[in-house]
T-cell receptor, first 115, second 115 residues
Framework: AQSVTQPDIHITVSEGASLELRCNYSYGATPYLFWYVQSPGQGLQLLLKYFSGDTLVQGIKGFEAEFKRSQSSFNLRKPSVHWSDAAEYFCAVSAGGTSYGKLTFGQGTILTVHP | EAQVTQNPRYLITVTGKKLTVTCSQNMNHEYMSWYRQDPGLGLRQIYYSMNVEVTDKGDVPEGYKVSRKEKRNFPLILESPSPNQTSLYFC??????????????FGPGTRLTVT
């Protein structure tokens, strides 16, 4: 069965600092990986996704993520964090086959940004 | 505007009183799904539907029912709600294809409290 682990429950950074959110996945086949962001009281918005090809993917709001098959990781990065980036971030892997489309989410990482 | 809508957004009810949370999408998506979000657990899939009249269980289906009579609508039914179903519920939809590579669009969420 697929699974996703986000080791950091809560991360605090200063505005302007760099950010890396960790994500490790377990999936037997080609992974389809996503990062979503959830602002307080809002639904989930897609930041970026990876299916194949270039292992460094660019997303919205200046985010990027790198897929590393050897480490089963898909870490999210941003070079300079803005106060508006404070939110909860979810990594997810999508299933195929009999569980087509099921997103398995990590537990989430809450990002706090200090001015 | 492409969107997934859910109603109601907030609901407080009592144990055993049947309720329905509606979900509608205007993107002509084949795939629709329900998730529940609980602190520390991320989002977990309840039910999903690949198309009209085709539904299947996700990871946590106990206590829930769904139906898909029209492509755009996918209501979630709690026939006898219990306090352990207090949660934040999200509906999502996406296109389908040979691989689960399409972004899922999420509704704004329904916060349910069962007393």
């Amino acid at each position: 069965a697929q699974s996703v682990t986000q080791p950091d429950i809560h991360i605090t950074v200063s505005e302007g600092a760099s950010l890396e959110l960790r994500c490790n996945y377990s999936y037997g086949a080609t992974p389809y990986l996503f990062w979503y962001v959830q602002s307080p009281g809002q639904g989930l918005q897609l930041l970026l996704k990876y299916f194949s090809g270039d292992t460094l993917v660019q997303g919205i709001k200046g985010f990027e993520a790198e897929f590393k098959r050897s480490q089963s990781s898909f870490n999210l990065r941003k070079p300079s964090v803005h106060w508006s980036d404070a939110a909860e971030y979810f990594c997810a892997v999508s299933a195929g086959g009999t569980s087509y489309g099921k997103l398995t989410f990590g537990q989430g990482t809450i990002l706090t940004v200090h001015p | 505007e492409a969107q997934v809508t859910q109603n109601p957004r907030y609901l407080i009810t009592v144990t055993g009183k049947k309720l329905t949370v509606t979900c509608s999408q205007n993107m002509n998506h084949e795939y629709m799904s329900w998730y529940r979000q609980d602190p520390g657990l991320g989002l977990r899939q309840i039910y999903y539907s690949m198309n009209v009249e085709v539904t299947d269980k996700g990871d946590v289906p106990e206590g829930y029912k769904v139906s898909r009579k029209e492509k755009r609508n996918f209501p979630l039914i709690l026939e006898s709600p219990s306090p352990n179903q207090t949660s934040l519920y999200f509906c999502a939809s996406s296109r389908t294809g040979a691989a689960p590579r399409y972004e899922q669009y999420f509704g704004p969420g329904t916060r349910l409290t069962v007393t």
